[in-house]
């Protein structure tokens, strides 16, 4: 039987490297991109069907030539993300605004036109961008953050109503508070005990696991996972 492949982009931290880890662990064969090599390094010596791939998201012709160079993908993962401690509206400058926006959404933009034909010529494929649920409501990442993320929603949907003629699907993965690096980027970093009662990175990997599992004949376009404790990142 044919090992299926997923190319997860973002992964050398947080959701994107539990999410390849965890598909690793599964049975998939999985190309891990990021621009942190170590990190990856670490990764592809613990996982033997994983490889890793220096990629910088916001790149289009690397991208394009990593893409191009990888094996048939059956599932394309966009879980790169940035944002900024200078991030409100007030104080939030233009440089940032493009950084946000350059890694969350042109990033995404990049790597989804750049699998389309690949995954056209296997007769079709998954496409699963991590957004948030910052982007159904505000919150304290604030709005360079918030924005890129809505703006997700209109590729993921767009390109799931032009691409399902040839067997494409999307899924917006919407995780509530997690624990990753980009909590201490808060003006009022969360305490431990708070971060505590967060998702953890491999809640949200599994999540992600279950969609990519799932038959051809089905699809989710949205999926919000929170915690308990804090379900709408208050």
């Not at 959701?15 to 599964?26: H, R, V, W």
């Not at 079709?124 to 709005?143: C, M, P, T």
């Not at 990175?201 to 599994?206: F, L």
Request: net charge neutral; hydrophobic share 40%.
């Amino acid at each position: 039987m044919k090992r299926r492949h997923a190319f997860v982009i973002g992964a050398s931290s947080g959701i994107g490297a539990a999410t390849a880890k965890t598909l690793a662990q599964g049975g998939w064969q999985v190309t891990a991109a990021a621009r942190r090599t170590d990190k990856l390094s670490e990764l592809e010596a613990l996982y033997p069907t994983l490889s890793a791939c220096e990629l910088d998201s916001s790149d289009r012709l690397a991208v394009q030539a990593a893409i191009n160079q990888a094996p048939a993908i059956d599932v394309m993962i966009y879980a790169a993300g940035t944002n900024i401690p200078e991030r409100e509206i007030e104080v939030l400058s233009h440089s940032d605004w493009r950084s946000a926006f350059g890694v969350n959404v042109d990033g995404a933009f990049h790597s989804t036109q750049a699998v389309l034909p690949k995954m056209k010529n296997s007769g079709g494929g998954l496409i699963v961008y991590v957004s948030s649920i910052s982007a159904e409501r505000a919150d304290a990442s604030g709005v360079a953050y918030q924005a890129s993320k809505r703006a997700l929603h209109g590729l993921a949907e767009g390109t799931a109503l032009e691409q399902g003629s040839n067997g494409i699907r999307t899924t917006l993965i919407m995780p509530g508070l997690t624990r990753t690096d980009f909590n201490a980027l808060r003006r009022s970093p969360p305490s431990e005990e708070e971060r505590a009662k967060f998702l953890m990175p491999e809640d949200v990997a599994a999540a992600i696991a279950f969609d990519c599992g799932l038959p051809p004949h089905m699809m989710i376009p949205s999926l919000t996972v929170v915690p308990t404790a804090n379900p709408w990142n208050r």
